[in-house]
Structure formats: C-alpha cells, structure tokens
C-alpha cells in the first residue's frame, strides 16, 4: 500500500525557517521522482520543487529558488523540504507528490 505522509508545517514568521518531511512508504524513494507541491489560499496548486530517484533536485519554482531546498534520504524513504527566509506569499497548504499519490498536506501559515 502507498502512502505519503506530511510532517513540518505550521505557523511561521517572516524571515523564519520550517523544515517539511514527506515519509513515504510501498515505494523506494531510489527508483521515482518526487515532488513538492503548494496550494495558497484561492489559488491552484503549484509544483515547488522536484527531485529525481539519483537524489538530484531538478525544479524549483522561480519564486522559492534560492531560499528552498529539497532533499531525500533513501534509508529513511523520505523527503524534504527546508525553507529559509519564509514570506507571507509562502502561506499554502503543502502537499509531496509521487506518481499517482498525493499526501494528505501540510498548512505553512506565514504572518507576523
């Protein structure tokens, strides 16, 4: 059985730091791509990083380059997502995405 489980949200301040997980299990991480998507309030949902099976990030939305990293640990069968230097167009709710999968979504509020 797959599944995809979300862990880090919350709220957070400007200039603030969250590290989100995505646990995944009935895949190896090793053999698939992953995905990080985002759905802020009224708007659709949008992919916000990616990285391949070899552990390479391959995506980044334009908007978080540079203050987002993802990264997978294969032992742990997990992903991640640190973000640095939060702002408040940041708020979504988060989601990690693998093939047909979709976790349940982590919400990142960020408001002083």
């Known amino acids: 059985q797959v599944r995809l489980v979300e862990s880090g949200g919350g709220l957070a301040q400007p200039g603030g730091s969250l590290r989100l997980s995505c646990e995944v299990s009935g895949f190896k991480l090793e053999n698939y791509v992953m995905s990080w998507y985002r759905q802020g309030p009224g708007e659709e949902r949008e992919l916000v990083a990616r990285?391949?099976?070899?552990?390479?990030?391959?995506n980044y939305l334009d908007a978080v380059k540079g203050r987002f990293t993802i990264s997978q640990d294969n032992a742990e069968n997990t992903v991640y997502l640190q973000m640095n230097n939060l702002k408040p167009e940041d708020t979504a709710v988060y989601y990690c995405h693998l093939c047909n999968w979709w976790g349940q979504g982590t919400p990142v509020p960020v408001s002083s």
């Open positions: 990285i391949n099976g070899a552990g390479t990030p391959t």
